[in-house]
C-alpha cells in the first residue's frame, strides 16, 4: 500500500540545472498537488491538476512547471534552478477538492 | 486574498491542554481542516470541520469555528510528548474555484516535561 510516492527523496543541483520531480499515486485519485516548504511560511501551493491532461499555477508557479500525462503521476519540472528554489518540496493527492489529501514524503532539494 | 494566519510557535507542559490558532480570510471556505506534520514525514490529516458547524469533538481534539471572526482553533486535551508536531490550518477558498487547498504557515507545538 505506497500510497503518495515521491522521487529522488534528496537532490543537490548547481544552479542553471535542470531536473524533474516524480510524484506517483496509486489510490486513483483526481487531484494531485505540489508545494513548497520553507521555514516560517508553510506549504505554498505550486501548482495542481483536477484530472488528468490537466494543470493549473497555484501561489508560487513561476519558475516552475508541471505536467499530467497519467492520471498517477505529477511531475513537477524546474527548467534552471536558482538557489531561492531550495526548500523542501511535497507532492499531494486527494480524491476531490474536499476530501482528505495524502502527501508524500518530501523531496529535500539544495541548489547551489 | 487567501492567506491563511497560524502563530509559529507553542511551548506547553505535558498533561496540560494545547490551543492553536487560525484565522482565514475566505468566508465562503466550507471546509477548514487541521494537518499534522511529525519530524521527517509528509502532512497528514487530523480532523477538519464544516462551515455550517461551530464545534466538533473527536476524542483529545476539540475544534471550534467562529464564523464572524474567521477564526479557528484546534484544542488538544491531555498534551503528550508524541503531540509535538507542527499543525497547519488549511482552506479551500472559493477564489480558487475550491480547488485548491490553501495552508497557513504551520504552528510548531513543544511539549515539555
Known amino acids: 500500500n505506497a500510497g503518495v510516492t515521491q522521487t529522488p527523496k534528496f537532490r543537490v543541483l548547481k544552479t542553471g540545472q535542470s531536473m524533474t520531480l516524480l510524484c506517483a499515486q496509486d489510490m486513483n485519485h483526481e487531484y494531485m498537488y505540489w508545494y513548497r516548504q520553507d521555514p516560517g511560511m508553510g506549504l505554498r501551493l505550486i501548482h495542481y491538476?483536477?484530472?488528468?491532461?490537466?494543470?493549473a499555477k497555484g501561489e508560487v508557479p513561476d519558475g516552475y512547471n508541471v505536467s499530467r500525462l497519467k492520471k498517477q503521476n505529477f511531475l513537477l519540472g524546474l527548467e534552471s534552478a536558482a538557489p531561492s528554489q531550495t526548500s523542501v518540496y511535497f507532492c499531494?493527492?486527494?480524491?476531490?477538492?474536499?476530501?482528505?489529501?495524502?502527501f508524500g514524503q518530501g523531496t529535500r532539494l539544495t541548489v547551489v | 486574498g487567501e492567506d491563511v494566519e497560524q502563530s509559529l510557535f507553542l511551548s506547553v507542559r505535558e498533561g496540560d491542554s494545547s490551543v492553536i490558532n487560525c484565522t482565514y480570510t475566505d468566508s465562503s471556505s466550507t471546509y477548514l481542516y487541521w494537518y499534522k506534520q511529525e519530524p521527517g514525514a509528509g502532512l497528514q490529516l487530523l480532523t477538519y470541520?464544516?462551515?455550517?458547524?461551530d464545534m466538533k469533538q473527536d476524542q483529545r481534539l476539540t475544534v471550534l469555528l467562529n464564523k464572524k471572526d474567521k477564526h479557528l482553533s484546534l484544542r488538544i486535551a491531555d498534551t503528550q510528548t508524541g503531540d509535538s508536531a507542527i499543525y497547519f490550518c488549511?482552506?479551500?477558498?472559493?477564489?480558487?474555484?475550491?480547488?485548491?487547498?490553501?495552508f497557513g504557515a504551520g504552528t510548531r507545538l513543544a511539549v515539555h516535561p
Open positions: 499531494a493527492s486527494s480524491l476531490g477538492p474536499r476530501a482528505e489529501a495524502f
Open positions: 488549511a482552506e479551500i477558498p472559493f477564489s480558487g474555484g475550491y480547488n485548491k487547498l490553501i
Open positions: 470541520i464544516f462551515s455550517n458547524m
Open positions: 491538476s483536477v484530472g488528468e491532461g490537466t494543470t
